[in-house]
């Protein structure tokens, strides 16, 4: 039986809902394998399942069995990339602590964490992931709830939009800016809204990320 699907899913915080969408297999056939009441599900759905989560189908099958289950079929999804990137969607409200603006949090990998598909257009990063934008600093190019996909690994280049990352005491907090210039001891952003450049001291940035494509909140704010 393949019940450690369960296990894997949760790991991921991935829900029933969102893996029947990603691997086109039911909400109710998933459920079911979880709770054992299928012994031999389809190969096919397996395979889909298991790309899904980025994993093989031998993780998902109960501990101890050692089943052969032939594919008669290739996939047409497999890839061999990863499938979910993390997906920081905490969010950091400008207080006292925090005076950049609203941005997101980043907390330590052992921490809670959500995951999110890694779009297409990232295959070829291995260090990318997605954060949750909130304020109105980047509007209207940006709206509060809107999924940004950014690359760490790219050099900031004038106009690009990006993450200006700050350390604070238990966590890391960033915000979109759009980037303006930099010199050796500072960095130019502004804002979306105001279109006003800020100048910021590097020794006060703990890292600038490149965002490479976005995913709208269809509800606009």
Known sequence: MYTNLYNVRTRL??????????????????????????????H??????????NCTIDDLRDEGENLETQPI??????TGAA?????FSERQS?????????????????AAQTQIRKPSFLDY????????NYGAAMQPRYYTGDTLFIDPTLEAMPKDDVVVMFRLPDRMAGIFREFVSQTDDQIVIKD???????????????????VVGSQRNR???
């Open 94 to 110: 400008m207080n006292q602590e925090f005076d950049k603006g609203d941005g997101f949090v980043v907390r330590q990998r052992s």
């Open 73 to 78: 079929f290739s996939s047409l999804t497999n």
């Open 125 to 132: 990063s291995e260090e990318a992931y997605a954060a949750t």
């Open 192 to 210: 979306v809204a105001s279109n006003k450049p800020v100048t910021l001291n590097k020794a006060d940035i703990y890292a600038l990320h490149v």
């Open 83 to 87: 499938v979910f990137i993390p997906l």
């Open 44 to 53: 096919n759905k397996l395979v889909r399942i298991a790309e899904a989560l």
């Open 219 to 221: 509800g606009g704010g």
């Open 13 to 42: 915080k991935v829900s029933q809902s969102k893996l029947s969408e990603l691997s086109r297999v039911s909400q109710s056939q998933i459920s079911k394998i979880e709770k054992g009441l299928t012994s031999s599900p389809a």
